[in-house]
């Protein structure tokens, strides 16, 4: 079965910062990876996927992750962030063959300071 | 097209009462979940339907019961509520179709007091 960590539980940054968010995965096959955000009272909504090609993918409002194979990483990245990214982000995974089932980490909370 | 579409939005029950909570996707999406969202626990998966007909358990199954009505229909009961069941509830499909992205709906609320 598969799991995902995101280590960074709730992150606070101010306007223009840069971002990273940790993910990471656990899986002896072939994965698909996703990232989902989910704003304050809304439903979630998927930023970006990787599933095969080049592993630096970008997304919808500037996002973009890079997915490491040997570190069984998928880390989400913004260079400058904006007060309307604040949001909490979900970094998920399933597996790329048969069982298409996501399994969520527990989420990264971000609060961005104008 | 509208999506994944849930009702209710909001939903207070008392211990012991029974609701259900319904969900539809005009997308032809063979493939149906429902989660529950809780504080620092991310999204767990209740039950899900691979296609009209077919249920299964997710990893917190327990205290609910689903039926797939039809290709565009999955419902969530909840037949004897628990405080422990107040969460937030998301439906979701996808399409089948390599990576199985999921689009979610906008949730349901329910306290249980």
């Known amino acids: 079965a598969q799991s995902v960590s995101q280590h960074n539980h709730h992150v606070i940054l101010s306007e223009a910062a840069s971002l990273e968010l940790g993910c990471n995965y656990s899986?002896?096959?072939?994965?698909?990876l996703f990232w989902y955000v989910q704003y304050p009272g809304q439903h979630l909504q998927l930023l970006l996927k990787?599933?095969?090609?080049?592993?630096l993918v970008k997304g919808i409002k500037g996002f973009e992750a890079e997915f490491i194979k040997s570190k069984f990483s998928f880390n989400l990245r913004k260079p400058s962030v904006q007060w309307s990214d604040t949001a909490e982000y979900f970094c998920?995974?399933?597996?790329?063959?048969?069982?298409?089932?996501?399994?969520f980490g527990t989420g990264t909370r971000l609060t961005i300071i104008p | 097209n509208a999506g994944v579409t849930q009702t209710p939005k909001f939903q207070v029950l008392k211990t012991g009462q029974s609701m259900t909570l319904q969900c539809a996707q005009d997308?032809?999406?063979?493939?149906m979940y429902w989660y529950r969202q809780d504080p620092g626990m991310g999204l767990r998966l209740i039950y899900y339907?691979?296609?009209?007909?077919?249920?299964d358990k997710g990893e917190v199954p327990n205290g609910y019961n689903v039926s797939r009505l039809n290709k565009r229909e999955f419902s969530l009961r909840l037949e004897s509520a628990a405080p422990s069941q107040t969460s937030v509830y998301f439906c979701?499909?996808?399409?089948?179709?390599?990576?199985?992205?999921?689009?979610f709906g906008p949730g349901t609320r329910l306290t249980v007091t």
């Open positions: 339907s691979a296609s009209e007909g077919t249920t």
């Open positions: 979701a499909s996808t399409s089948g179709r390599v990576p199985y992205e999921q689009y």
């Open positions: 899986y002896g096959g072939t994965v698909n």
């Open positions: 997308m032809n999406h063979n493939s």
């Open positions: 998920a995974v399933n597996a790329a063959f048969g069982n298409e089932k996501l399994t």
């Open positions: 990787y599933f095969s090609g080049d592993p």
